[in-house]
């Protein structure tokens, strides 16, 4: 009964007024207490290591992180580095079992991601097998693929030309935004129509040199979290991992510069009855110092969007989105609609919509009303840090990646939202991208 | 020779991991439980320290349940809620202490999740309450409704994987209420009315609903407010019981033709009763013919084969009606090859080569693994205690599962693939142009109706 008391008592308070900024803020705090408190260390090798343990958990979750994606794939060899994802799940000829057997034996579950700039290995297993994963995964990232069969090179090599071929009913707007934005000859650039013959032509030599050279300890990083002892797993990773030889030169940094913004238009047949218009700005990644300025403005845009845009014409649906794109990011304006809605026809009404957006910045009384909009806007973001590094996946993916900093933090100022939205998301040079079912003859 | 001696030192350390005693249980969540006015069951896992409270309410009727005439009313009735609880707009201003709100069928059951501030644990009970109670509507909800639906459905219909899924689900499942789309048809939801939805709310409550709350809380601080919410909820309107329509015989292959496609989408599969009640072994056989890169069908196809097409499994259980089914992408040449690899690789579970115990030994700890993973974060911890409840098993008995899981014995997973996978009953739907399609697939000696042309 008293508990139930104290229980109501902190209902009340709960609605206590406290700002969103304030709460997001907050919360940031108390996430980084949470998990800003890992073992740490960089092998004299150079492979870093993260390890948390979160005893709720009756399973450990180990990610391997590699500085190495499809953006590195040599010209004429587009998705090497998928391939090789693939192949690490492949035995040595010789060595029993392949990877994923190993785990699955051990009770356990493993996949992999190729992106942009990392490949990322994740591996779940019960607790009690950590030792075990750990040194599984040690032999594969040793051994390299010198000895993965040449059959099994070719299979992998088909089975990625069939998911990448999978993929084209899907997100196909998507596809041409990102293939525009990042023009030919950068390293983000992806042909949208590629029938990726070309693989074909992908030598297992190739295949194998490529991990070789680019699968170095310095850009290896291991994040484990789960129901483990932190110092006794670091020195097993020491003993399994430490004999991967130290690379006698420093790994060169690429550095992907951002594409200059241009006017783009690509319009394209929809298969269906309906119309997808995305509109695309490349800003700045989620790892840069100026990654802050961004943050809020996708949760406030999407707000001050759906409200506005003419429902009448046929217009469902608009979000707005920021999404991660390797070392930088996409920020999108997503129009969909039932029927034909002509491109036109949103842009001028998003540039209205914007300009009213800007005109908020140039008085007071407009910066007030937008921080309340803004404090609307973003609030809700409060479960992200803290419900994602609840999940074991999550926070061992967080560990693999570079200790986070606090640099940036400081909330941008209002008028500074206006800016940004006026410099930078300019409808007279945003990528359009415009699905839209054939005009009716009237 | 490095390598063999390497795989001669771990070898040991893994095949030693297989079968645990019952001692050998991990330490699980206690889960209090408490039955609530109104036959509303209660399961809370207090976790002091955590930063949220996850909340997931389980209904005990779901889109089978739609008067056939009105197919998609308990979804759209499920968005209500949502609506007179904040509306969709409040629910963004409401962000504050509760988030990630979502609404949606799961096992075949209405279901809402979200999480919240823990102090603010009771706030969307409150909201939820209210709009079970009286319903409240903006003027032009329908509408707004309506109009999304439209888009939805032609969205839908331009997936070839959603197009071939829901295909398959009318001919494997025929005239059983499970077979209509969960969402509805343009016609059924565009002539919906306020009195239809504010009558499939009321009978939201016909069957008693599971209410589960993890994080920092405790059940007597949750029990009596809740208790007095759901009190205060008048009598439900019952769900007329219809008589389940027996299931379609005989093989059958759908050929839906679409063009332009790279490749064609192809699901097929069988529906039955596993007989008795054992979700486990259904989703065990899930496990160990497609669930990852070690599912028999990758091996048997993929790695030994040197095929390229992976096939996903999707197992339902919807009370006495279970289904598995498997869906590829494949390309228009290989269709009829991968149709075929696959129904031999599901006769051969049935036949001369059933499940082995190392292959259920496997997959039942595949299954504990995810388990466990998802009870480690309060999010996965409510779903993980939710789906216990929509199998029928004790939510407050995570341990009773996984004994149930470690008990799994290659006989019953033969029974269960015995009882679902019927040859002769062969369902299959490919998504692709017909023109290409439809002699390759005559040879499988099945009649092949073609629809869309």
Redesign the interface.
């Known amino acids: 009964?008293k508990?139930?008391a104290?229980?109501?008592v902190?209902?009340v308070?709960?609605?206590a007024p406290?700002t969103?900024q304030e709460?997001w803020e907050d919360e940031l705090e108390?996430a980084d207490e949470?998990v800003n408190t890992p073992l740490r260390k960089t092998l004299p090798n150079g492979i870093r290591v993260g390890i948390q343990q979160?005893a709720?958990?009756?399973?450990v979750?180990l990610t391997t992180r590699v500085q190495v994606g499809w953006a590195m794939d040599p010209p004429g060899l587009d998705q090497l580095a998928h391939i090789v994802e693939h192949a690490m799940?492949r035995p040595?000829?010789?060595?029993?079992p392949?990877y994923?057997?190993?785990?699955?034996?051990?009770?356990?579950?493993?996949?992999a991601t190729t992106d942009a700039d990392e490949t990322v290995y994740t591996t779940?297993?019960?607790?009690?097998?950590l030792?075990?994963v750990l040194?599984?995964e040690a032999?594969r990232f040793l051994?390299g693929l010198e000895?993965v069969s040449l059959?099994d090179l070719?299979?992998e090599r088909?089975?990625v030309?069939?998911e990448a071929?999978?993929k084209?009913?899907?997100n196909r707007e998507y596809r041409h935004l990102e293939a525009e934005l990042f023009p030919v000859g950068h390293p983000y650039h992806v042909d949208a129509d590629a029938d990726l013959k070309h693989l074909e032509r992908i030598r297992d030599a190739s295949v194998v040199a490529f991990q070789r050279e680019a699968y170095r300890p310095d850009v290896i990083s291991l994040g484990i979290a789960?129901?483990l002892d932190p110092h006794a797993a670091m020195k097993k990773v020491e003993a399994l991992f430490g004999p991967m030889p130290k690379p006698e030169h420093p790994a060169v940094s690429a550095s992907v510069d951002r594409p200059p913004a241009r006017e783009r238009r690509v319009l394209l047949e929809?298969?269906?009855?309906?119309s997808t218009i995305l509109l695309g700005w490349v800003v700045d990644g989620y790892g840069d110092a100026g990654s802050h300025r961004w943050r809020d403005i996708a949760p406030i845009l999407r707000?001050w969007l759906s409200?506005r845009l003419p429902?009448e014409r046929g217009i469902?649906?608009v979000s707005v989105r920021r999404r991660p794109f390797g070392a930088l990011s996409i920020l999108t304006v997503d129009v969909?609609?039932?029927g034909r809605i002509d491109p036109d026809l949103v842009v001028s009404e998003l540039s209205w919509i914007l300009s009213q957006f800007e005109a908020l910045g140039t008085h007071r009384d407009g910066l007030d009303s937008l921080r309340e909009f803004r404090e609307?806007?973003t609030?809700?973001?409060?479960?992200g840090p803290?419900?994602n590094y609840?999940?074991?996946?999550v926070l061992a993916r967080y560990l693999a990646d570079e200790p986070a900093t606090s640099s940036g933090r400081a909330a941008v100022p209002e008028s500074g939202l206006v800016h940004l939205v006026k410099k930078f998301l300019r409808l007279d040079r945003a990528v359009l991208v415009a699905s839209l079912p054939p005009e009716v003859e009237r | 020779m490095r390598a063999l001696l390497a795989a001669l030192l771990l070898w040991p350390a893994v095949a030693a991991s297989d079968g645990l005693a019952d001692e050998d249980l991990p330490e699980l969540p206690d889960v209090q439980y408490v039955l609530l006015d109104g036959d509303v069951e209660l399961y809370v896992v207090e976790r002091p320290g955590t930063r949220y409270v996850a909340h997931v309410l389980q209904f005990g009727t779901g889109p089978a349940d739609d008067v056939a005439s009105r197919q998609g009313v308990g979804n759209v009735a499920l968005w209500t809620l949502a609506a007179g609880a904040k509306g969709s707009d409040g629910m963004e201003r409401a962000g504050e202490h509760v988030a990630r709100y979502r609404a949606g069928v799961r096992d075949g059951r209405f279901t809402v999740r979200w999480v919240s501030r823990p102090a603010a644990a009771l706030s969307l009970w409150e909201d939820l309450t209210a709009a079970l109670r009286r319903p409240a509507m903006p003027e032009d909800w329908l509408t707004s409704i309506q109009r999304n639906l439209a888009a939805t459905y032609i969205d839908r219909d331009a997936d070839p994987a959603d197009t071939a899924k829901r295909v398959w689900r009318r001919l494997a499942l025929g005239d059983h209420p499970a077979a209509r789309p969960d969402h509805g048809t343009p016609r059924t939801t565009g002539e919906l009315t306020r009195e239809d939805l504010v009558l499939r709310i009321q009978q939201f409550r016909a069957r008693p609903m599971q209410a589960f709350l993890v994080g920092d809380g405790d059940s007597e601080g949750v029990e009596m407010p809740l208790n007095r919410r759901f009190k205060r909820l008048p009598k439900a309107f019952d769900i007329p019981e219809t008589e389940t329509p027996p299931l379609p015989a005989g093989a059958a292959i759908v050929l839906v033709h679409r063009t332009g496609l790279n490749q064609s989408y192809v699901v097929a599969g069988s529906a039955g009763n596993v007989g008795g009640d054992d979700p486990a072994a259904l989703l065990a056989l899930e496990e160990l013919l497609g669930a990852g890169i070690w599912g028999r069908l990758d091996q048997r196809l993929r790695v030994s084969g040197g095929s390229t097409y992976g096939f996903s499994p999707s197992a339902e259980i919807l009370g006495d009606l279970q289904h598995l089914s498997f869906g590829a992408w494949v390309e228009p040449a290989t269709t009829v090859q991968a149709v075929t690899a696959l129904k031999e690789t599901l006769e051969a579970v049935v036949g001369d080569e059933p499940p082995t115990a190392a292959e259920v030994a496997s997959a039942a700890a595949g299954l504990e693994t995810t388990f466990l993973l998802q009870l480690s974060s309060n999010d996965g911890c409510a779903e993980a205690l939710r789906r216990l409840g929509a199998l029928g098993r004790d939510p407050a008995a995570p341990g009773a599962w996984l004994r149930e899981l470690r008990g799994l014995t290659a006989e019953r997973v033969g029974d269960a693939a015995r009882s679902l996978i019927d040859p002769a009953e062969f369902a299959i739907v490919v998504v692709g142009d017909a023109t290409v399609l439809e002699e390759p697939l005559g040879t499988l000696g099945v009649d092949v109706r073609v629809i869309g042309r």
């Not at chain 1, 709720?56 to 399973?59: E, L, R, S």
């Not at chain 1, 040595?92 to 029993?96: D, S, T, Y």
């Not at chain 1, 699955?104 to 996949?111: I, Y």
């Open positions: 009964m508990r139930a104290v229980w109501g902190l209902c308070l709960a609605w406290a969103a709460v108390r949470g979160d709720g958990a009756a399973v979750v799940f040595a000829e010789g060595e029993g392949g994923s057997e190993l785990i699955a034996k051990l009770g356990g579950h493993t996949n779940i297993v019960p607790s009690r097998h030792d075990t040194a599984i032999r051994r000895q059959g070719a299979t088909e089975i030309r069939q071929l999978q084209a009913p899907y789960g129901d929809s298969r269906a009855g309906n707000i409200g429902r469902t649906h969909r609609g039932v609307d806007a609030a809700s973001d409060w479960a803290v419900v609840d999940d074991p996946v």
